[in-house]
Structures are given as C-alpha cells and as structure tokens.
C-alpha cells in the first residue's frame, strides 16, 4: 500500500464492490518477486491494476523463518475495489 499510493482508498467499502481480484504472489527468501498471477477475477482492468501494483510494491518482506524447506513462498491476496478502480486489501482493510 505504501508503494501505491495513488491506487487506495480508504474508509468504508461500497456495498456492492465493483471489483474483486484475488492473487496468488511468490517472493524468493529476500522479498523479490518470483510470479504475481490472477487466481480469481472477473474484469481484466482490475486485474491488471492489481498485478501492477504488485510489481511495484517488491521487493517486500524478506520470509526466511517461513522457508525452512524451500527457497521461495507462495501466498493470496484479495484486492478489493471501488468504481474509480482504487482498492484496498482484505488482509489489512478495517471492520465493515
């Protein structure tokens, strides 16, 4: 969210969320994306805008107590948006 500042909106969700796009994100054991793909989504725009945003955001985290048998970790995230193509993200969007 930092990194995308332009993109997010704050407050209350609309009742009727015009867009939901759901990814599946990979980071190596530093942080740096390794794959950003669309799981679930029902309009391209969004999806684009969400993958963008990940793009943008690496390197995150870096999740080396997570890794203990592998070199990379693969995780969703849900975006959630509004009419003007701004979301928010469930993991850290407020009570409703």
Not at 28 to 45: A, F, H, I, M, N
Not at 60 to 68: D, F
Not at 81 to 92: K, P, T
């Amino acid at each position: 969210m930092q990194r995308n500042p332009n993109q997010i909106f704050s407050g209350r969700l609309p009742p009727m969320l015009p867009a939901i796009v759901v990814l599946n994100i990979t980071v190596d054991k530093d942080g740096q994306l390794k794959d950003v793909e669309v799981q679930r989504s029902r309009d391209p725009d969004a999806s684009r805008v969400a993958v963008d945003s990940m793009r943008r955001s690496g390197p995150l985290p870096k999740p080396a107590r997570l890794l203990a048998d592998s070199d990379s970790l693969t995780f969703s995230e849900t975006f959630l948006f509004n009419d003007q193509y701004r979301f928010q993200l469930r993991s850290v969007a407020g009570p409703q």
